[in-house]
């Protein structure tokens, strides 16, 4: 049974009235700065998440170019609300909608933009997911603390489940049934970083632990503020991860109604995040003092694992 955030989420999303189509001829065939365009992309997810980069060099070239340019116009949207000057941020969010719409043109000198406008054509990506992507970055202009877990879903659904639903018509998918489980995905991957960041994001001002949740296990923002790793802190902690991996299983039918082509990807993005559930514990729930991550070899030495688990699921998927 669907819980009521999973409702809410659901309706968020939207039915989709048709399965997706298939993306138009490859930007290959198109001019060299386009090309070039998608490059930049290339370049700016290799520099500011060296997972999503390795998850998204098993994809075949155009969707691996395309997945990039939704990671370069999400990382550069993320930026506006972190890096900019107050007074200019709500003017670039707004050129951001206007560059989702369907007769949008990019500027010639913003590569981000040239790539994202021609994916979100070429793969027949919904708009309203990209919208919905850039006004859930700018929530954190204005709401700095979530106080129930329903709350903080709203959150995570706009800044990542988005993601997943894109970039589920860039790697293709065969059901409509496969939309609560990337909505799931997402919730888990924003949990992640929100459990990972708990220190960075009390330093820059914003808490997004329920703070309902926070009260039931006797913790409070001094806690945060002193960094504090004690009984009840850790009892929290495990509450939240263990919840965090149960969105995980629970989204994992969802890849074997991906492509064949896209699951071994898409499998590898949500197992290296889940593995930082596990560097969280080994540092016994310390988020303060450093960043859980993974390093490159634990990250390679995953691929096998989940080369045989995805074939399994897709054999599986198949014969159902």
Known sequence: MQSHWEKN?????????????????????????????????AIITARHSKSFHLASQLLPEPKRQAVRALYAFCRTVDDVVDAS?????????????????YDACPPDDDAVAVAWTDTLARCHIPRH??????????????TRRYET???????????????????????????????????????ALQMTNILRDVGE????????????EMRSFGIDEADLSSGR???????????????????????????????????????AAADLYRGILDVIERNDYDVFSSRASLSAWEKLRRIPRLFFQTHRLSRQGARA
């Open 85 to 101: 000057d107050a007074g200019d941020r709500a003017d670039q969010l707004d050129r951001w909608r206007e560059l989702c719409k």
């Open 149 to 187: 877990f329903e709350d903080l879903s709203m959150y995570c659904y706009g800044v990542a489940s988005t993601v997943g639903l894109m970039s589920m018509y860039i790697v293709g998918f065969q059901s409509r049934e496969a939309i609560p489980y990337a909505i799931k995905l997402g919730v």
């Open 201 to 212: 994001d009390y330093r820059n001002g914003r808490v997004y632990l329920p703070r309902e």
């Open 9 to 41: 989420l659901l309706a968020l999303a939207g039915d989709q009235p048709h399965l997706p189509r298939r993306p138009v001829v490859s930007y290959w065939a198109a001019d060299a700065s386009l090309g070039a365009a998608y490059r930049q992309c």
């Open 229 to 267: 790793v004690n009984p009840g802190w850790r009892e929290f902690m495990r509450f939240q991860i263990e919840r965090t991996r149960s969105l995980y299983a629970e989204s994992e039918p969802g890849i074997s109604m991906l492509d064949p082509d896209g699951q071994l990807a898409i499998a």
């Open 129 to 142: 997911y990209a919208i919905q992507l850039i006004d859930g970055v700018a929530r954190d202009l204005t």
